[in-house]
């Protein structure tokens, strides 16, 4: 019973088919790069976000938590370096109206037909460009054509550039750098209202909160403080579904240590957050993987960087960045803001600017990854033995959205009213429950199947008597009969067996 190689297509299809995710604003025809999460959504959603919680700040001694502010002062931004930085090059299509990322588009060029427009394509996603080379460049072949960085290509031929999503040669424009936060106003009338930004990260409202958090906690470094929050950034190009999107949500710790053991922590926090995403999310190792950043592309402030990297269906892709960030962020502060930002040991009696380890993983990301890593189409004898094909979502009980599906066997009250007695403990318990009554058995196993339920409890008429249900599991079908009063306990123990 092997399980089918996922698409993205097939992903988005189930979030919208069961709830988990929508379109924003789908009745007006949509915004785009801007998702709604529906009720299994939210639920996925959440528990990814309470098992980092749990893992980062409430199982350790070293680590806090805050939330800070979307809006924040605008000095704020131009310490971080964001206002004068946060750029990426951009070129539009005067024809089809699209935007592109100058550094991310490449061209195929033929080397002598000058008569034949240049194909340009994103790189990480070639095959646009391919299909286009087959049907209007006739008389040549995709191995005929060279393929230069769009910088490489002359500007005069920019006009006979064939971008990804045109279906006529078009022409660019120049580059130009394109800020990637949002601005708003604050105060009354916007004529004289303030400048401010919706945060691209929330990590600079960690580093200005430092000294209040160590302060008010008493915290000796090294120590960690931890948030979890929305984050905005106007993408020039959004793509594969929630995976890159104008809204999203963080989880980042910023972890404070002295200044001669930034080596020590970084290594640290790499293993630590590895094995949180095999051990506590039930990624399987094999698709998961460390991307260290070269040298010369290490962002501004960084002394060294690797992203923890998810095999998705658009390939290799981060899911969460371990960051050197060295003193960067509290000396651009306190340089800025005109205050003290050190930290005096009190042992020693000396002061120093703490360096900073940053942890820093997408909640939509690690959704879009938990949905790729469960999705399994399974293929097993039906009735007839006719082969049948069962899609399953295999996610680990701690993120499952919904925890234990309680079935009644059929609608006579005398199953219904102790079933939803059963149903009501174990959500007293902790327990995420659905119940259900409609269609056979058989069915409701599958729906609960495709949503990623992991257990199943019949309650059937011999329960009336022996006072025991069935317990049916997801991914063996395996089934056992367990007495009423030791469903809570018994289930717990699977859990911690998983």
């Not at 098992?51 to 199982?59: L, N, Y």
């Not at 106003?185 to 430092?210: C, D, K, M, W």
């Not at 929050?229 to 240590?257: C, D, H, L």
Request: net charge negative; glycine share 6%.
């Amino acid at each position: 019973m092997e399980a089918t190689k996922v698409t993205l297509d097939q992903i988005v299809s189930l979030c919208k088919r069961r709830g988990f995710i929508f379109q924003s604003s789908e009745i007006y025809g949509g915004l785009g790069a801007c998702w709604d999460y529906g009720p299994l959504g939210v639920e996925l959603k959440q528990n990814i976000k309470t098992c980092w919680w749990d893992f980062m700040v409430r199982a350790r001694e070293d680590v806090v938590g805050m939330d800070g502010s979307i809006l924040m002062h605008p000095e704020v931004w131009v310490a971080s370096g964001h206002v004068s930085g946060f750029h990426d090059p951009l070129v539009d299509c005067k024809e089809s109206k699209n935007r592109y990322r100058f550094d991310q588009l490449l061209v195929y060029r033929h080397p002598s037909r000058t008569d034949l427009p240049l194909f340009a394509f994103m790189e990480d996603n070639p095959d646009p460009a391919l299909a286009k080379i087959k049907k209007q460049a006739k008389g040549t072949s995709v191995e005929d054509y060279s393929v230069f960085p769009l910088p490489e290509i002359p500007e005069h031929e920019y006009a006979r550039v064939l971008g990804p999503d045109a279906s006529e040669p078009g022409t660019l424009t120049k580059p130009r750098q394109f800020n990637l936060m949002f601005k708003t106003h604050v105060g009354a009338v916007e004529e004289t209202a303030s400048v401010v930004y919706l945060r691209p990260e929330t990590a600079q409202a960690i580093f200005v909160n430092f000294r209040n958090v160590q302060q008010t906690t008493r915290m000796r470094v090294p120590f960690g403080i931890a948030q979890i929050g929305k984050a905005f950034r106007n993408e020039i190009v959004t793509k594969a579904f929630i995976f890159r999107s104008r809204e999203f949500e963080q989880m980042e710790m910023q972890y404070f240590i002295p200044r001669d053991e930034d080596d020590k922590w970084y290594e640290h926090w790499r293993e630590v957050r590895f094995n949180y995403y095999t051990e506590v999310l039930g990624i399987p190792k094999e698709s998961l993987r460390w991307l260290p950043h070269p040298p010369d592309k290490l962002a501004h402030y960084a002394k060294a960087a690797a992203d923890v990297t998810f095999l998705f269906p658009m390939g290799w892709q981060e899911i969460e960045g371990v960051h050197n960030r060295g003193d960067f962020d509290l000396s651009q502060h306190a340089k800025h803001s005109g205050k003290d930002m050190s930290y005096r040991d009190p042992e020693t009696n000396v002061s120093f600017v703490p360096k900073v380890i940053e942890t820093s993983a997408g909640v939509d990301r690690s959704v879009l990854m938990a949905l790729c890593a469960a999705y399994a189409e399974v293929e097993e004898e039906g009735e007839g033995h006719k082969r049948e094909t069962r899609t399953v979502l295999r996610f680990h009980p701690n993120i499952a959205p919904t925890s234990v599906g309680v079935f009644p066997l059929s609608k006579k009250n005398e199953l219904i009213e102790p079933s939803k007695r059963l149903e009501a403990e174990l959500r007293a318990d902790g327990f995420r429950t659905d119940f259900d009554v409609t269609g056979s058995i058989g069915k409701r196993y599958r729906r609960q199947d495709e949503v990623g339920t992991p257990f199943c409890i019949t309650f059937d008429f011999d329960s009336l008597n022996d006072q025991a249900v069935t317990i049916r599991h997801r991914d063996t079908m395996q089934q056992d009969r367990v007495a009423l009063d030791r469903v809570s306990e018994v289930l717990r123990k699977k859990v911690k067996e998983w």
